[in-house]
């Protein structure tokens, strides 16, 4: 402040934005009064109509606005626990979204029924049926889990950087404050009807090309503007999407479908004045507009779900007439790391060609899931007779709920003291390169065989070996060993109040047990990791018939993955090699993020209303709820709940998933063991108790430098971060990304 004056006007204003807060204040409070009414007169209803004996839980969430598990809350009645008076399956042509209940799944509390003891797997049983071995499996397939020594494992060697001095004492098993409840499925006749696929839905290779959509790369800070045309500078003005559209439009053909920001997120540059991002994102997709422009509503069968409200990637759809255009972000493919716009452009030509040579008919469409999910039904057997060829069938709804309720995704666990000292002697990233690449060799196809506990128990050792050795998905009971000092194994629903964005966490305390539900590959690791196993007793679980639907998708991804890394190796422009590079990354992004379209996550969708002319709020869409309320409109959010879709496969993301997170803790490498001859394994496992500090999806972080080989290869660990000096144990999420951040830069620092 350079002078009383300045102070003095400074207060004025300020005066003027309280005067502005107030009158809204108020009316938010009597919105929020309103509402609170509306939600009580709405909850009356639902009782009062969840008294009629025909009532379905999943037709009064949709004419409410709320989650089935909200209904069945209110109306316990209509629970699960009733039994069930459906037929063993859906008569042919049944809708099974309209003529059938919504599965109850998380209004279901996990029984303790009487468990089947797991064999031990580090013994060499019967082998499972012989697979394909023309590539590398990952540690917790088939081929690999035949494989396993016959000998007792032995714990890692300890690190002489980490001494037992060193490691805090374990703390004594405690019990967590009242965990989440996981479903599980009803048992007898009730349970079994939940076996079969949905009837005239399957996963089909698809007789038409996608249309091409003309693009344009635009960095908002520069108002640089790459083109076919070629390179301008527009005047962006403030950044709005007004001053965006104006000004592209002046300046590129209007056949332009998608202009995709590459820097200066405008739709942040007003972030301070909100408490949430999205609030600014949403406020910056609902500004004025240009002339004859609207939001695009004329597209899809929700008619008011024109913008997609991200905090760091939105989407915003607008139109003029038969006009349509897409402003979009980058960072949906890739992290630009300053790259300009002529840079960004070619990376998504060098994609299109690294593609094409796989797919004749590839078109790069607005985001890496939908380019994935569109070339891997592009891959599904054509030829008569081919297995498969008719369609890959998509598993009931019940299924599929239970699956999205009980395979979560990559493992995030910041390990804090006492567990880890509270000073340590380094800080080291390791991060397995494309790591989901490495898990798509084969899959559960088919509808799945249901194994209970009783029906585990009357198995051979055989039979329960090649079981847990298939594609699968198994409720256990776990104890872990009472001398226990590393990681935890497996993934157990995190305390309510604590779950927050991280709803699992892994149990590591001697002696505890608990009840989860894990797939086959962790539930391998956990009987057979390389230090002691772990007890499980099975009791339910879902075995799927071996295929391999994403093997020639993922083959041809990582063959383009690899051409692109080659030259961004080799190539002699800079520019080449970066587009290359950000290109590979593009690459992965496919892969990540269509495998993650499999998991057919309950649909969300979200949108705006413009106040009305003295500020009323509009009248939401039917099953909406009021999420966000600026000066000119109100956000709106809508749980469409599963779709009936023809790409849902949650079963195969739950298999990657799960392999993935046994793979961070034991697999193999891409060298050998001099002494066995076998491939040497890595893992957080592979390190010494205590040493562990935080696991990141695909990272491992340390205490203690790994020493594992690095080939270039999907799975193998890269260091990337290393601070060789002591360092304060993180305890916070801030904490831990500004290690990360050092450490990165301190090794690349290293680098000649």
């Given amino acids: 402040m350079t002078s009383a004056k300045a102070y003095q006007d400074g207060l004025a204003e300020l005066r003027g ?158 019990v967590d404050e009242q965990e989440r409840k996981l479903p599980s499925i009803p048992e007898g006749n009730d349970g079994d009807r939940w076996i079969y696929a949905e009837p005239n839905l399957a996963s089909k290779r698809p007789n038409f090309k996608q249309a091409d959509r003309q693009m344009v790369f635009l960095d908002a800070a520069t108002g640089v503007l790459a083109s076919r045309t070629g390179t301008v500078t527009l005047d962006l003005g403030t950044g709005s999407v007004a001053e965006i559209l104006t000004a592209v439009y002046a300046t590129v053909p209007t056949t332009v479908e998608r202009i995709y920001i590459t820097a200066g997120e405008p739709w942040l540059r007003n972030a301070e004045r909100h408490q949430f991002l999205k609030d600014a994102v949403a406020q910056w997709l609902n500004g004025p507009l240009p002339q004859d422009w609207t939001v695009e509503a004329s597209r899809g069968k929700d008619r008011q779900a024109g913008h997609l409200v991200h905090p760091r990637n939105p989407v915003g759809r607008w139109q003029r007439g038969d006009q349509h255009t897409e402003i979009r972000s980058v960072g949906e493919w890739f992290d630009a790391e300053g790259a300009d716009p002529v840079t960004v452009r070619t990376a998504f030509i060098e994609l299109w060609r690294a593609l094409r040579r796989h797919w004749d008919d590839v078109v790069l469409m607005g985001s890496p899931s939908q380019t994935g999910r569109d070339l891997w039904a592009r891959t599904i057997p054509a030829k008569e007779g081919a297995k498969w060829a008719g369609g890959y069938p998509v598993m009931s709804q019940e299924i599929r709920g239970l699956l999205h309720a009980t395979a979560g995704q990559g493992r995030t666990e910041l390990i804090k003291p006492p567990r880890v000292p509270e000073r340590v002697p380094g800080w080291y990233e390791s991060d397995r390169t494309f790591a989901y690449a490495k898990h798509t060799w084969t899959s559960g196809v088919g509808v799945p065989q249901r194994v209970t506990a009783a029906a585990f128990a009357a198995m051979t050792a055989k039979e329960q070996a090649n079981a ?188 990657v998933w799960s392999a993935a997170r046994a793979a961070l803790l034991s697999g193999p490498t891409g060298a050998k063991d001099p002494d066995t001859g076998k491939p040497a394994r890595a893992g957080a496992l592979h390190l010494p108790a205590g040493s562990i500090l935080a696991f990141r999806t695909d990272a491992i972080y340390s205490s203690v430098r790994p020493d594992w080989p690095y080939s270039g290869e999907p799975g193998d660990y890269l260091l990337k971060g290393a601070l060789p000096w002591e360092q304060h144990t993180p305890t916070t999420d801030e904490e831990f990304y500004d290690l990360q951040s050092l450490g990165r830069q301190a090794l690349e620092a290293e680098q000649p």
Avoid: C, M
Avoid at 57 to 63: C, N
Avoid at 513 to 533: K, V
């Fill in 17 to 174: 934005v309280r005067d502005e807060i107030k009158p809204r204040e108020k009316q938010l409070a009597k919105l929020q009064a309103e509402l609170g009414k509306l939600r009580a007169d709405r909850d009356e209803k639902i009782r009062t109509l969840g008294a009629y004996e025909k009532a379905k839980p999943d037709r009064l969430a949709t004419s409410a606005g709320v989650s089935v598990i909200d209904v069945v809350a209110l109306v316990p009645s209509l629970g699960p626990q009733t039994p069930a008076s459906a037929p063993a399956s859906p008569p042919p042509g049944t809708s099974a979204t309209e003529d059938r209940p919504q599965p109850q799944i998380a209004a279901q509390a996990i029984k303790e029924p009487a468990g089947a003891l797991a064999p031990d797997l580090r013994a060499p049983a019967q082998p499972p049926q012989p697979v394909d071995v023309t590539e590398t499996p990952a540690p917790d397939t088939t081929e690999d889990q035949a494989q396993a020594p016959s000998a007792q494992p032995t714990a890692a060697a300890p690190s002489p950087a980490v001494t037992p001095a060193t490691t805090p004492a374990r703390p004594a098993p405690a």
């Fill in 468 to 655: 847990l050795f298939s594609p699968s998905h198994w409720q256990v009971r776990v104890t872990i060993p009472q001398d226990w000092n590393h990681v935890g194994l497996l993934p157990a629903p995190a305390p309510a109040s604590t779950s927050g964005d991280r709803p699992w966490h892994y149990p590591f305390e001697g002696g505890r047990t608990f009840t989860t539900w894990a797939g086959g590959a962790e539930i391998n690791l956990a009987l057979r990791n390389p230090i002691q196993p772990w007890r499980i007793e099975i009791l339910d679980g879902l075995v799927w018939e071996k295929g391999d639907p994403l093997k020639d998708w993922s083959n041809k991804l990582k063959d383009a993955w690899r051409s692109l890394r080659a030259v961004a190796d080799v190539h002699g422009d800079e520019q080449q090699r970066q587009a290359a590079r950000l290109a590979s990354r593009a690459v992965r992004s496919i892969l990540l993020y269509g495998i993650g379209t499999f998991a057919q996550r309950p649909r969300t969708t979200t949108g705006s209303i413009e106040l009305g002319a003295n500020g009323e709020v509009p009248e939401i869409p039917d099953g909406a709820k009021l999420t966000g309320l600026s000066d000119t409109h109100v956000t709106w959010e809508r749980n469409a709940g599963f779709a009936r879709d023809q790409y849902a496969h949650p079963e195969w993301a739950a298999g």
